[in-house]
């Protein structure tokens, strides 16, 4: 009876271990998840804060017009960071929208228009956050 005992206790041992493998990885997963939203909200805090500073610079071109230029450059940065971190159809089709409304100010801005519209660009962060957060 001993020897039959053995290979239950193996089994027993070995579907343990297979299960909290298992568990482990299903929420290692999960907090890949996690992480990755929490990465995405961070990012579009951050673009959030360089859509006011744009806001900002547009307004105070005159004084000091290379504040519009580093204010888009914060923006692209980020966007950067959030494309390489996700996969999210919806998230990168928000960083698109808003790369694209980052794009139009430049040429804006290279076309000689000292105070371009920005709410684009502030229409499309918005987007952005709403999406990283639902």
């Known amino acids: 009876m001993a020897a039959s005992r053995r290979p239950r206790r193996r089994s027993t041992t070995i579907a343990a271990a297979v299960a909290a493998v298992a568990l482990t990885a299903g929420l290692t997963t999960g907090c890949d998840a996690v992480n990755k939203a929490l990465d995405c909200a961070r990012t579009a805090d951050a673009i ?7 806001q900002q610079a547009v307004e105070n071109a005159a004084n000091d017009p290379t504040q ?3 204010a888009l450059d914060s923006i692209d940065k980020n966007l950067n960071e959030i494309g390489d971190k996700t996969e999210d159809t ?7 929208d808003l790369q694209a409304a980052v794009t139009n100010v430049r040429d804006s801005i290279k076309n000689g228009d000292e105070t ?4 684009p660009v502030t229409d499309a962060a918005g987007e952005l956050t709403k999406v990283c957060t639902s």
Do not use: G, I, R
């Open 68 to 70: 519009t230029s580093e």
């Open 48 to 54: 959030a804060e360089s859509v006011t500073e744009l």
């Open 116 to 119: 371009p519209d920005v709410s």
């Open 90 to 96: 919806d998230v990168n089709k928000a960083v698109d």
